[in-house]
């Protein structure tokens, strides 16, 4: 079965190492200050030419409390008022963008993200997606994927009912942990009586899918606690389930130092944490789709995995690939044809930026052939669990054995490891090694090294 995972204690010693995610290649780290606004322009105007439908990313970074665990790019404020000029910032950015757009760009894909897109008022969240749908070709017969996160504790069933109504079918529920001592841990407190309600809601009002979000490693978590939560989670019945891995690295994000790291699992409870709610999950009949994701099988993610069509971009997994991803928003993140950008991740130089009217890309990257090379050869092994030579090789004419003559002395020994299985035609991804596939990925990232390393989290 594709989704077959086999624990092993002593593969996941080895090769458990730090590593990037791959919702890119080349990733977020690689980008560099000379990619700015013109690069940016030409890239839509390409897209614009080649009329390649779109994936619309929109980041609203307020939130009204802070969760210590978080590592997300965000404003911490009581004061709803705040919005209002981000949000005409926003609007700026949305009109400009689309601009260098050709109308017969489809929207596919939409995604609110943040911060907490729903810490907006009802009037703001109609006024925003009045401003896209005027400057965007969205879909009107609910066939698009449009998706927004969402803070039970900022939604009720109004406000749910208000998502549906501007076009929502998809939402994505942050949980992280349903047991009252971790959630005082890091300050997050919610109640599975309000995780209920907005799930409730969105299964009445038939949104197409529901994503629930769970952490695993944070302070005062056990193995028995977090087992209970993600019991309480598969009663919920929501049609994903996305179990992260909690990276404590204070040095780099504020928050995480008000955790006390005397209060974290240790390494061997965190692995416990998972391999338990691996056996709950697939028990439950959840599939495994790769990196900390898992899907009821009727899910077009599972059902994409099946036929080899699912892919991986900033947006995570997605059946979408194909389209033009367009970053809106403070550190958004455009991928454009072979061009990465992203936005300030400042947000008073970001609406600086949009109220003198100038874009805000800062950074960025343009791909090379060898980028591309790797990038393929990444997307099929992250998302397929395996790797077809001869594809590649059509693909950029190329011989794949010579090109990655570096790489095969690893490869071999991941096979003599049974992590992968390695043939003239191809690799495999073994049961025992899909929880490891980023660390198959990273033997083909021409980028990587020790210092890069310490910029990610561990794989498992």
């Not at 609110?112 to 008022?121: A, H, I, K, Y």
């Not at 998972?274 to 899907?295: K, P, V």
């Not at 594809?391 to 990655?404: G, L, T, V």
């Not at 991804?429 to 890069?452: K, T």
């Amino acid at each position: 079965m594709l989704d077959a995972i086999r624990w092993d204690n002593d593969l996941i010693r080895r090769y458990d190492c730090a590593g990037p995610r791959y919702t890119s290649y080349p990733t977020a780290v690689q980008f560099n200050n000379q990619i700015g606004p013109f690069d940016l322009l030409h890239a839509l105007r390409d897209s614009r030419k080649a009329n390649r439908p779109l994936s619309l990313y929109v980041h609203v970074p307020f939130c009204a409390n802070i969760c210590y665990y978080c590592a997300c790019n965000k404003v911490i404020t009581k004061d709803r008022g705040r919005a209002q000029a981000y949000l005409e910032s926003l609007a700026r950015e949305i009109k400009q963008i689309a601009h260098h757009l050709g109308p017969g760009q489809i929207v596919e894909q939409l995604h609110f993200g943040g911060g907490t897109p729903t810490f907006l008022s009802h009037d703001e969240l109609r006024w925003l997606m009045q401003e896209i749908r005027q400057s965007f070709n969205l879909l009107a017969d609910d066939s698009g994927d449009y998706s927004i996160e969402i803070d039970p504790r900022e939604a009720d069933w109004a406000t749910m009912g208000l998502l549906r109504e501007l076009g929502f079918n998809r939402v994505s529920l942050g949980v992280q942990d349903l047991d009252p001592e971790v959630q005082r841990a890091v300050n997050r407190l919610q109640s599975l009586e309000q995780t209920r309600a907005v799930l409730d809601a969105a299964h009445t009002l038939q949104f197409r899918s529901v994503n629930i979000d769970l952490i695993y490693g944070l302070p005062k978590q056990t193995p028995e606690s977090f087992a209970r939560t993600v019991t309480e989670i598969i009663a919920l019945q929501p049609d994903r389930l996305s179990v992260f891995n909690y990276a404590h690295l204070p040095e780099r994000f504020l928050p995480q130092r008000r955790i006390n790291a005397d209060d974290l699992p240790s390494p061997g409870d965190k692995l416990l944490m998972l391999q338990n709610s691996i056996e709950q999950l697939t028990t439950a009949g959840y599939r495994y789709i790769g990196m900390d994701h898992f899907a009821l099988p009727d899910d077009e993610l599972a059902s994409a995995q099946e036929d080899g069509t699912l892919q991986r971009n900033f947006q995570g997994y997605t059946t979408h690939g194909h389209c033009d991803l367009v970053g809106l928003g403070v550190s958004a993140i455009s991928q454009i044809g072979d061009l990465y950008c992203q936005n300030s991740s400042d947000i008073n130089t970001y609406q600086a930026s949009l109220d003198s009217g100038e874009l805000s890309t800062t950074r960025g990257l343009q791909c090379n052939d060898d980028d591309r090379i790797r990038r393929a050869v990444i997307q099929q092994l992250i998302c397929s669990f395996s790797l077809d030579f001869a594809s590649i090789e059509n693909c950029f004419n190329i011989d794949f054995r010579a090109y990655f003559a570096e790489c095969w002395p690893d490869l071999q020994q991941m096979a003599k490891d049974r992590l992968i299985n390695l043939t003239p035609q191809g690799i495999d991804i073994l049961p025992a090694g899909r929880l490891l596939a980023r660390s198959v990925c990273m033997l083909f990232d021409h980028y990587l090294n020790e210092q890069s390393r310490q910029r990610f989290s561990r794989v498992i």
